[in-house]
């Protein structure tokens, strides 16, 4: 960050008073610019056993495989951002959706609350952002071209437990080396 986005003046980083980490701060009218994680809402969704993914037609990963998820917006619920997203770049509709995983991804500042459920209808495509829409069964899982290690993390968990018939929610940390 090099300027306030209040004022426009030039932010430097400092450790502001009673606080334990830098932060921008404008050197014109003193706005602290807090930064956070951002959250990804995404959902592992079946139907008749296969499972709804997407070959990305954006960067980054363009044309590696995912399960549709993506930033939420401000004044949505997660549970919301999960169904948009799967509109958007899938086309599809979830019918039910609980909540499956939370992953921390700490090296890039990103939460990840993944659902899993099922769609309503088998009715799908590639949005804007997609290449490519799919239902894909668990062997021919396309492990080698998927877009990112939390996607491959929650699919690998969700395939063990369909086996168990036990979907209890979990949390995890995604770490990159
Ligand atoms: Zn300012």
């Given at each position: 960050m090099k300027f306030c986005s209040e004022c426009g003046e030039k932010v430097g980083l400092k450790v502001?008073?009673?606080?334990?980490?830098?932060r921008f701060v404008c050197g014109d009218c003193d706005t602290i610019?807090?930064?956070?994680?951002?959250v990804v809402a995404g959902a592992v969704?079946?139907?008749?056993?296969?499972?709804?993914?997407?070959?990305?037609?954006?960067?980054?990963r363009y044309g590696?495989?995912?399960?549709p998820a993506g930033f939420m917006e401000?004044?949505?619920?997660?549970m919301q951002a999960a169904a948009r997203e799967?509109?958007?770049?899938?086309?599809?509709?979830?019918?039910?959706?609980e909540l499956y995983g939370?992953?921390?991804?700490?090296?890039?500042?990103?939460?990840?609350?993944m659902f899993q459920g099922k769609l309503a209808k088998p009715e799908f495509g590639p949005g804007p952002e997609s290449l490519d829409v799919k239902l894909v069964e668990e062997q021919d899982m396309p492990w080698?071209?998927?877009a990112f290690k939390v996607v491959t993390m929650t699919l690998q968990r969700y395939f063990t437990d369909r086996k168990h018939g036990d979907f209890r929610a979990f949390t995890d940390d995604v770490v990159v080396k």
């Open positions: 502001p008073e009673g606080d334990h980490l830098p610019h807090y930064q956070n994680p951002k969704l079946e139907y008749e056993g296969k499972i709804l993914m997407c070959k990305r037609a954006i960067e980054p590696f495989w995912t399960v401000n004044k949505e619920t997660v799967t509109y958007e770049e899938a086309l599809a509709v979830p019918e039910k959706i939370v992953y921390n991804l700490a090296h890039v500042n990103q939460v990840y609350i080698e071209d998927m």
